[in-house]
Nanobody, 126 residues
Framework: QLQVVESGGGLVEPGSSLRLSCAAS????????IGWFRQAPGKEREGISC????????YYPDSVKGRFTMSRGNDNNTLYLQMDSLKPEDTAVYYC???????????????????WGLGTQVTVSS
């Protein structure tokens, strides 16, 4: 059964860091695009970043560029999202999702991402 599971969220103060994990099971990340998304209360789900073995890493909103960094685990089936210099506006539920495609979308979109985790809450507050 194809599954992704997020972990690593929590409550942190502004300026802090968190590392989220997306663990895949039932498939290899080598053959899927893996996206990170977030959804704040009352807002639409937003694409943050995406990794594909063929296309590398993409970061979508300017608000996260330079602060968020993806990396793969040694098992090659875990994708991390390192989030530094966190701000209150980063507060959201963070999701990872898998798309059966070789490349990440050019623009941030949820289209094509078929397998979703349940999300992990990130709260940035003093």
């Amino acid at each position: 059964q194809l599954q992704v599971v997020e972990s690593g969220g929590g409550l942190v103060e502004p300026g802090s860091s968190l590392r989220l994990s997306c663990a895949a099971s039932g498939f290899s990340m080598d053959y899927y695009a893996i996206g990170w998304f977030r959804q704040a209360p009352g807002k639409e789900r937003e694409g943050i970043s995406c990794f594909s073995e063929s296309g590398g890493m993409k970061y979508y909103p300017d608000s996260v560029k330079g602060r968020f960094t993806m990396s793969r685990g040694n098992d090659n089936n875990t994708l991390y999202l390192q989030m530094d210099s966190l701000k209150p506006e980063d507060t959201a539920v963070y999701y990872c999702a898998a798309a059966p495609t070789w490349f990440c979308p050019v623009l941030a979109t949820t289209t094509g991402f078929r397998y979703w985790g349940l999300g992990t809450q990130v709260t940035v507050s003093s």
